[in-house]
């Protein structure tokens, strides 16, 4: 008995359901868990579908690819245990996060390696028993930097890369290499304050909320399809460090629950908006 | 063309999905959403399927009851417009929100009559040319109250009946003569604060958080299944009178969201719990 | 025995609170409520007491005055109900709420009146017993439109003017009239999607959270000193119109409890910001 | 220069602000920060002032024994890092989100030394190079195992002592040896779900929301003080697992915000309240 997750994109159109399930149901899988939406604006119908049982892919791809209309996306991936590479600077509370859970409970994810332009959480990635790689930026052009950071992570070969408060802007190379298998966390409710210190200009602008966004990384900065989101209240007596010490705790959570649902095959990207099924 | 909505709940079960989708498109109807979940504790299965199209509901639901489990309970209803009666005491907030929302928009309901113990919402009801019916308690035992509120409603004939701050304990007659059809607001974020004066007992309590909960009617009091809640913070300076003033925002959103659910015919009770599909 | 607000603004300095209390003292006054910030960037000290007793209002001001380090600011007002006129467009339920809340309990404020520039909301107000004023924008420039509005608001005198989705921007004649007054909703998380059709703009941008601003106004659209925000949370099921509705209850939440605050005399615009005591 | 907080809690009088501030004045101290709650119900009057200069404590201490009225509580401390002590059991997420603030920023405060009655948690504790102590309870009754406890605990004399989902109750002895001055994070919306299994509780009830509660520990189980609560969404789909894993993220935030508040002064208990200023 095994656990797959099938993910369908396709055109909408009268019996998708009922095809897809029926050749499930040919193959004696059982749905422990199915999930769709169509939306209706563009006629694109989306599904998730759990499935359990004995699993011979190629026959049921075929069926699938025999039943569909033409331009569907379809993927057939084991539940479980994915690997990520996580790359920082030098905040340490994603990363902490990230790695109290990978080892103590609460994602249950590889994280293969820790990439960072500067070592000062080599120490707390090496108490988690975690490999910590420096790739220093000094001295090196952005498109030299990238790129060996780019070999490295392939060396690793992970499915997800996460930034953890990485404060680069990647190279157009960088992001092409990883299509919607970046993740980052931005520390401002996008598209507020879009770009640098967001908690800085959040506080010039005098808001009464401050917020963190997940998202998958796009050519544009700040603007890849957003996955998720959290707010806080803050009032006339934070300053900016205030809202940077308050906003951490959003930014941590919002971003390893944003993981946790891409780990689960939850989420779908579509133009530039998340499904999430 | 018409709209219906399919509401289905049966011993889960390999196929499920694929049946009934395929009797759908058997008889050629859309489905414009889809939703369903199975209860892996109890081996429940819930759908709920919105269908566009020529209905034959004899056919249909033959077809169905051909194909589904025993113990299966499955009905189809038009979607759109339903009918309710709001019952109340003396307080305007949840009542005036449904009155708002029924007549400018925000909740598609007929709101077929008001029947208040007291006068006090007399006018406000008559503000939006709306009937209103006084039963006054005074002489009369619960039962025979209770009795004459019942009469009232069976002759309006309404869908779901909708306590709005309705102060009165319902007698166990009038919550079996409509079987999770009642719903009501409780000022308290259940099941703390269970029975009178909540936010004199979360006062008390020094609690920094209060809330309140829209939940079906059974035959204990503030025990019915929950469907939704939500909370606002609070701090030391709120007085009891401070949190209710602040709480009766809660309270009428609450109310207006859990009623816009059930509507939708979104929400399925089981046991003493909800579904919301 | 009466009850007001001292509200003062001064550059900080040392024993400003031993001052100003010893003064309310020597004039035999109780502190009800005390409340202080001071703002370690810019040197600024604010302070709002709530005073019981018997005032000599001119000797009081004069002994502040004698106290007070040069560049002070400090008025001296009733506490309790005052007076505001609404403007609106065709949008039912900001006003509703604020006509249900100062008739039937939630907001001590008289509303003095309302101004359309389409009639559609006469019935409504007309339902609440206050005077509907149609000012239609047909046939007049801008400029001569809001003239006639400013004056009609004139003659009735208001403590403030709110803009309970009021859809035309306002001349800087019209703001300048009213420094600070003024007090609009904005239905978006600012400064997050500015400008026309904020719903819209969330649902291309594919947010997971929409929210909406109470702001004071000035000449700059949509950037005025920010009081209270809140949000919700939506999701891809959502359609632009969907958020439309779901986003009503929050834009009239936070209107209503801003104007709450406002006329509690608890806000103090100093800069681009407000702070909140 | 040092900052010191100055905490006054006396019967609500005349002047008291005047009196307070003045004295401050006179000792030419700089008040950085003042806030101050008057509990009118009670007559209770309650001041935190945060003050900046060269402190003569004794004869500050004796001028304000002069002014302040009788049955007034008073008490001058530094601003500044605290030492705690961290109770555990099995449970790693809330040790580790306060591992990583005391160590990576967030909490300013010293982790003396962790005691677990299992030891699960050795190794995390000791990646971050703080003792930790194993006192088993086994063979010991409840009695003996807690004053091993306080005996432990008086050596290393903190300031306070946090019970980080310590899962056993503490004899009244315990309890008493430390008045105010033990934290525990409950893992429920109190007073929802006293007790054993929360998650569990609200599983069976069908709420729409849980939350955590961080609060003294009294001699009632689950009934001290509550300093700080927050709360998350679940819906249907949720276990009772689904509970436990997305609360924890609840329980650590709840826990290390209102431990940051405690820290730095804020928290005032009175009666079974808390006045958090």
């Known amino acids: 008995m095994q656990r797959k997750i099938l ?12 095809k897809i399930t029926n050749i499930c149901y040919k193959h004696q899988l059982n749905i422990v ?26 026959t049921l791809l075929a069926d699938l690819d025999g039943a569909l209309p033409e331009g569907s996306v379809r993927e057939l991936n084991p539940a479980g245990r994915q690997k990520i590479v996580i790359l920082v600077t030098k905040e340490a509370h994603c990363l902490g996060d990230l790695l109290m859970k990978s080892t103590y409970g609460g994602l249950d994810v590889e994280i293969a390696g820790v990439i960072g332009n500067h070592d000062t959480l080599k120490t707390l990635v090496e ?66 304050f879009i770009g640098a210190r967001p908690y800085h200009q959040a506080y010039e602008r005098g808001v009464k909320i401050i917020g963190a966004t997940a998202h998958f990384v796009n050519d544009n900065l700040d603007e890849g399809p957003i996955i ?50």
């Open 7 to 18: 993910r369908t994109i396709c055109p909408d159109a009268k019996g998708l359901i009922a």
């Open 33 to 58: 868990q199915n999930n769709e939406f169509v939306d209706h604006r563009t006629g694109r119908f989306f599904m998730r579908t759990e499935l359990e049982g004995i699993f011979n892919d190629e």
């Open 127 to 192: 108490r988690f028993d975690i490999p910590f790689h420096l790739i220093s930026h000094e001295g090196l052009t952005r498109e030299e930097h990238d790129s060996q950071v780019v070999d490295l992570i392939d060396t690793i070969a992970p499915d997800y890369v996460v930034l953890a408060k990485y404060m680069r802007i990647l190279t157009p190379d960088f992001v092409r290499h990883f299509p919607n298998r970046i993740i980052n966390i931005h520390h401002s409710f996008l598209p507020a």
């Open 228 to 277: 998720m989101q959290d707010v806080i209240n803050v009032d006339h007596t934070y300053s900016a460090e205030d809202m940077m010490r308050a906003g951490r705790d959003v930014e941590k959570n919002v971003l390893s629950h944003g993981i946790y649902r891409v780990l689960a095959q939850r989420v779908f990207v579509y133009g530039n908006r998340t499904v999430i099924l």
